[in-house]
C-alpha cells in the first residue's frame, strides 16, 4: 500500500550540502515519515523522524546539521544535510510508519530503496 522513492544522493565535498527527497503513496495509517542511514559493517540508525503533527526528532550525530521536512502538496518528505562529514557516508533510507507520543515504532513499517550519499575528505 505504502511505496516510497529515495532521490537526492550523491558524491560532495567535507562541509558540502545535499537534500534528499522521498516520494510517497498510499500513505493512510501512517503518522511519521523518517530517514534511516546504514554503512557497510554498521546498523541501520535513525538519523530523522517528522511526525503528522510536525514533531521532529533527530539523532545526536545530526542535530544541527539536518532538518527534516514534509511537503503536503507534493507528497514528499526531505532531508537537507549541511556541513556534511566522511562519517554521514552511508545508504539513506526512507521509511514511513506509526510512532507513539515517546517516538516508538508500532504496527506497519515500510522502507524505500535507498539512495547512496558519500562524502569525501
Known amino acids: 500500500q505504502v511505496q516510497l522513492v529515495e532521490s537526492g544522493g550523491g558524491l560532495v565535498q567535507a562541509g558540502g550540502s545535499l537534500r534528499l527527497a522521498c516520494v510517497a503513496s498510499?500513505?493512510?495509517?501512517?503518522?511519521?515519515m523518517g530517514w534511516y542511514r546504514q554503512a557497510p559493517g554498521k546498523q541501520r540508525e535513525l538519523v530523522a523522524v517528522?511526525?503528522?503533527?510536525?514533531?521532529?526528532n533527530y539523532a545526536d550525530s545530526v542535530k544541527g546539521r539536518f532538518t527534516i521536512s514534509r511537503d503536503n502538496a507534493n507528497n514528499t518528505v526531505y532531508l537537507q544535510m549541511n556541513s556534511l562529514k566522511p562519517e554521514d557516508t552511508a545508504v539513506y533510507y526512507c521509511?514511513?510508519?506509526?510512532?507513539?507520543?515517546?517516538?516508538?515504532?508500532?504496527?506497519?513499517?515500510?522502507w524505500g530503496q535507498g539512495t547512496q550519499v558519500t562524502v569525501s575528505s
Open positions: 521509511n514511513a510508519g506509526r510512532r507513539t507520543i515517546s517516538w516508538a515504532k508500532y504496527g506497519a513499517d515500510y
Open positions: 517528522i511526525t503528522d503533527s510536525e514533531r521532529t
Open positions: 498510499g500513505r493512510v495509517g501512517i503518522n511519521a
